[in-house]
């Protein structure tokens, strides 16, 4: 029972330094529990993008290692026009995971919308990569890419 106690005692000591380590891990899952980052997500579900900004600001201030944040933040800036913090939001998710597939397409998405489909492809091409593309965001972004093709070959 001594033994048991002990070990008990140990866990909870160390619970806030594994928790704190969940989200410093890189390619970690969204902030659990984090109230800021959550109502971030509802406010994109709503399509609120100013008020999802003002959200996940400090949800990124207090996760810096959680790609999510970093994505969303970026989503929401591109919904708003903001490319520049857009492209600096997702560029931060890419550091801290290379292999995040919803940023691979928003980011792809967002070279679309400067007119870029060689930098849009890359991603493409990086998603392929990650999921042989099996992936709802590989198909995503094949499907603007075309769009985005039919769009621009269309005569005026």
């Not at 380590?21 to 890189?26: F, K, L, R």
């Not at 940023?103 to 091409?125: C, D, K």
């Not at 042989?132 to 603007?144: D, F, G, I, S, W």
Request: proline content about 5%; some cysteine.
């Amino acid at each position: 029972m001594r033994g048991l106690l002990g070990m008990l005692l140990l866990c909870a000591a160390l619970w806030p330094a594994a928790a704190s380590a969940i989200y410093n891990e890189p390619g970690a899952a969204a902030p659990v529990g984090d109230a800021d980052f959550d109502a971030g997500f509802r406010a994109i579900e709503a399509q609120h993008w100013a008020e999802a900004v003002r959200r996940l600001e400090p949800a990124a201030r207090r996760h810096p290692r959680s790609a999510d944040v970093f994505n969303l933040l970026g989503f929401a800036h591109r919904k708003l026009g903001d490319l520049p913090a857009s492209f600096r939001h997702y560029h931060r998710a890419l550091e801290i995971d290379p292999e995040h597939r919803g940023v691979h397409e928003y980011i792809g998405e967002a070279w679309l919308m400067q007119g870029n489909v060689t930098r849009a492809r890359q991603h493409l091409r990086e998603l392929e990569f990650l999921c042989k593309a099996e992936c709802a965001e590989y198909h995503e972004l094949a499907r603007a890419i075309r769009e985005f093709e039919a769009r621009t070959a269309a005569p005026r």
